[in-house]
T-cell receptor
Framework: ETGVTQSPTHLIKTRGQQVTLRCSSQ?????VSWYQQALGQGPQFIFQ???????GRGNFPPRFSGLQFPNYSSELNVNALELDDSALYLC????????????FGPGTRLTVL | QKEVEQNSGPLSVPEGAIASLNCTYS??????FFWYRQYSGKSPELIMS????GDKEDGRFTAQLNKASQYVSLLIRDSQPSDSATYLC???????????FGAGTRLAVHP
């Protein structure tokens, strides 16, 4: 069984740039959720994709967008980067659209200068 | 009241002792609860889930859910230095697809 993978591991961008983060779900899982974790805080829900459709969104502005592909992998895109976007970005995979256990990938550490 | 609340700690226990981590929740979350362990610089790792009132045991870990008092706890028996990490309590909210996390409790197990 293949676990959740994310790329890249680390990324440094400057304010105003755009970034794309990638996630491959665990085999057998069809749902990907994205979270942002600032230092010293718990992860915060950005959005979830189920069967290639957005299935819920947290309190993040529209410059945070995403995609899910037919193989259930997913991308998180952030436009017009701000300094406060510096964080650990986590994706979690699960099965189905409701309350099932979510398993996290290793995360992407984004630094915005 | 926040949806999920935890004491940030640090909670310091000697090796071999029982570590008790607590989490309270509001009416805005569902009745599915999860404990994740997060080592410094790493991603959260799911260690326990609990859905029903009472206790659920898995090896050295016991999760306890008390719906009447709206708290969920995690007991770690025979604590080891390798258990030193931040423990995150989480619950679903907003239609069961959004995990809400507490800020985490930092546990330090000293030899």
């Amino acid at each position: 069984e293949t676990g959740v993978t994310q790329s890249p591991t680390h990324l440094i961008k400057t304010r105003g740039q755009q970034v794309t983060l990638r996630c491959s779900s665990q085999s057998g899982h069809n749902t990907v959720s994205w979270y942002q974790q600032a230092l010293g805080q718990g992860p915060q829900f950005i959005f979830q994709y189920y069967r290639e459709e957005e299935n819920g969104r947290g309190n993040f502005p529209p410059r945070f967008s995403g995609l899910q592909f037919p193989n259930y992998s997913s991308e998180l895109n952030v436009n017009a980067l701000e300094l406060d976007d510096s964080a650990l970005y986590l994706c979690a995979s699960s099965w189905g659209s409701e309350s099932n256990e979510q398993f996290f990938g290793p995360g992407t550490r984004l630094t915005v200068l | 009241q926040k949806e999920v609340e935890q004491n940030s700690g640090p909670l310091s226990v000697p090796e071999g002792a029982i570590a008790s981590l607590n989490c309270t929740y509001s009416d805005r979350v569902s009745q599915s609860f999860f404990w994740y362990r997060q080592y410094s610089g790493k991603s959260p790792e799911l260690i326990m889930s609990i859905y029903s009132n009472g206790d659920k045991e898995d090896g050295r870990f016991t999760a306890q859910l008390n719906k009447a008092s709206q708290y969920v706890s995690l007991l770690i028996r025979d604590s080891q230095p390798s258990d030193s990490a931040t423990y995150l309590c989480a619950a679903f909210s907003g239609g069961y697809n959004k995990l809400i996390f507490g800020a985490g409790t930092r546990l330090a197990v000293h030899p």
